[in-house]
């Protein structure tokens, strides 16, 4: 059975842990590496290991209380392909965590030891195995950490498979589905499933057979509660405001009613004053603008002005314009008078 004495940060782990602390950079964790070593030294000196054989990426932490993090590895000696990632047969007496600074600089942050360790075999077809390694060490609280995951490498360990098959189960009886897995594999996506979206981290229901390996909204529907939610909200939102702009070509004050309902934008003025000029334009508030459709349109004439004006109408929400477009009148030199309102959509 295997014999570790724990985990203790080497120098070089403390200075990072030091300066992370103080906010001068990020503990970046990068990987775990396994040996045959055994230091009989001083491990706070140690700058790698002894006698490393392998290495094998984040599979998942765990934050706790007091600045302690779990971290989780799976050893194992067979790589996805079917080969050995074993030259030699060892037992695994030495472990490393290793870490970076926001320089790039990699550490040997950790270090672990222990006598009669687990034996890790060359693989020969039949006898793979994963060992699962758990490992506890303090990072300040105080220490901004980032965790570096492969997830082309990455395994499900025994209890989070068993927690996620629960949860998948109770998920499908409550909204009579059946989960179909998820939306980036490859595969057939068949209608009256559900899928999961691992880039989202959502559920869909799927409405139309497909092959994709992104979420399409013809083809998938939301059924986690945030995303229906956010389209309820969106669909009951409403904001009216009245705003005074002045034009870019010198006409001062001018008012425009503002409403959103929904994902409806409409824009109302009367008696507004433009130049009888080519384009008069106006800039409109970013709140309103937003993921909000280009449109055209047109109004007429006010109460004043020259009597009888038209005018083509667009709003390019990209740029916040709202132009006006008059038909000039000629030997008129006033500003000319015009009312109407002009009604877009937002596409989120």
């Known amino acids: 059975m295997a014999n570790y004495i724990g985990w203790i940060l080497t120098n070089k782990g403390r200075e990072l ?3 992370a602390i103080n906010n001068e950079t990020k503990i970046n964790v990068t990987k775990f590496k396994i ?73 040997l942050y950790a270090y672990n030891k222990g006598t009669d360790g687990d034996y890790i075999p060359v693989y020969n077809g039949k006898n793979a195995i994963d060992i699962v390694e758990k490992c506890i060490i303090i990072i300040d609280q105080a220490a901004t950490l980032n965790v570096t995951i492969d997830n082309s490498m990455t395994y499900l360990t025994r209890d989070s498979a068993d927690r ?3 949860e998948i189960q109770a998920l499908a009886k409550i909204i009579g589905l059946e989960f179909g897995g998820n939306i980036q594999d490859t595969g057939a996506k068949v209608t009256g499933k559900f899928y999961y979206d691992k880039a989202l981290k959502y559920y869909y229901e799927c409405i139309a057979n497909n092959n994709l390996t992104y979420n399409d909204g013809s083809k998938f529907r939301a059924i986690s509660n945030k995303p229906i939610l956010d389209k309820v909200e969106n669909l009951s939102s409403f904001k009216s405001e009245t705003v005074r702009l002045n034009s870019t070509n010198g006409i001062q004050n001018q008012a425009f009613n503002l409403t959103i309902s929904g994902n409806l934008r409409i824009i109302d003025f009367g008696n507004l004053a433009i130049k009888n000029e080519y384009e008069t334009k ?9 993921n909000v459709r280009n449109i055209s349109g047109s109004c007429a004439n006010g109460t004043g002005g020259a009597g009888g004006e038209v005018a083509e109408i667009y709003f390019e929400a990209t740029t916040k314009r709202l ?20 009604i877009s959509v937002a596409t989120d």
Do not use: H
């Not at 008059?326 to 309102?341: D, K, T, Y």
């Open 17 to 19: 842990l030091a300066k």
């Open 35 to 107: 040996g045959a070593g055994y230091n009989t030294g001083n491990d706070r000196e140690l700058t790698d290991l002894l006698d490393k054989r392998n290495e094998f990426p984040v599979n998942s932490y765990e934050r706790k209380e007091n600045g302690i993090v779990e971290f989780t590895f799976i050893v194992s000696n067979k790589t996805g392909s079917g080969t050995s990632t074993i030259t030699n047969s060892y037992k695994i007496s030495e472990m490393g965590i290793y870490a970076q600074d926001d320089s790039g600089t990699e550490i």
């Open 164 to 166: 996620r098959y629960l």
């Open 282 to 290: 106006f800039i409109l508030p970013d709140w309103f603008c937003k």
């Open 323 to 342: 132009s006006f477009f008059p038909a000039l009148r000629s030997g008129f030199n006033g500003n000319l008078q015009i009312s109407g309102q002009i």
